[in-house]
């Protein structure tokens, strides 16, 4: 009886190690452009949010509360999820020619503060 209890002991403990090695080798969150679909890792796309209030904007800090979709920080990108309606499906919302244009002018001053700092 104590043969099989050690051996349960040996096994459980080679699983502790693998599943220890399978999460260190956990990479970062990856999250899926609405506009083209392709998956990056997060930090590498921008969030548009949908406050509870019910104003859009670019989360930089990806903190923001309220319904999220993620763009690449490619304005064409973004133009084309405005387009074909991805970001507003996304959103649960209607965006105007107005918070479109907004949205953009966002975006831009989003990839300028990315790329030269604050």
Do not use: F, W
Not at 58 to 80: E, H
Not at 99 to 116: C, G, Q, S, Y
């Amino acid at each position: 009886m104590r043969t099989s209890s050690r051996r349960r002991t040996v096994r459980s403990l080679a699983g502790r190690r693998r599943r220890r090695i399978a999460k260190a080798a956990h990479t970062s969150p990856q999250r899926t452009c609405v506009a083209c679909r392709t998956v990056r890792a997060k930090r590498e796309l921008v969030r548009v949010v949908r406050s509870p209030e019910g104003t859009l904007s670019v989360d930089l800090r990806g903190k923001a509360s309220g319904r999220g979709a993620y763009v690449c920080p490619d304005p064409a990108c973004l133009s084309r999820g405005l387009l074909d309606g991805a970001i507003a499906r996304a959103l649960a919302t209607q965006i105007t020619a107005d918070i479109a244009r907004r949205l953009e002018d966002e975006l831009n001053d989003a990839r300028h503060v990315r790329t030269h700092g604050a």
